[in-house]
């Protein structure tokens, strides 16, 4: 997996940008975009305050490269982020504030080789 420290400057401005969604608004709809060389088999979010991943959100889905894949109906709050290629490496981004009615997060090699570096220095 190639860098994702450009992901979680992307994950952190496009939520930080999306932060002044309606009160009203409860739940998020976010777009990934993979532009990386790798495929995306696995996609978790964990609450902040939690330190359980929930289950993964691309379910049987891949987001293979150039492709997007939409979710929906993601409750407004504070998550981390896990992500897992096609090889298996993982990058984990922390306090992702996910409170707007749309995101895009587009994903591309700088960012995955970045993400999983910091990942594996903090394990």
Not at 37 to 46: C, T
């Amino acid at each position: 997996m190639k860098k994702l420290s450009g992901l979680l400057l992307a994950l952190v401005a496009a939520f930080a940008a999306s932060g002044s969604a309606s009160a009203d608004s409860s739940d998020s709809k976010v777009v990934i975009k993979n532009k990386s060389a790798w495929a995306i088999h696995e996609l978790y979010f964990s609450p902040t305050d939690e330190r359980e991943w929930g289950a993964d959100q691309l379910g049987k889905h891949t987001i293979n490269t150039g492709d997007s894949f939409t979710l929906s109906g993601i409750p407004c709050r504070a998550y981390d982020v896990r992500l897992v290629d096609e090889d298996g490496d993982e990058c984990i981004v922390e306090d992702v504030g996910i409170c707007a009615s749309n995101n895009t997060w587009v994903i591309d090699d700088e960012d995955l080789v970045g993400c999983q570096a910091k990942t594996q220095e903090e394990d």
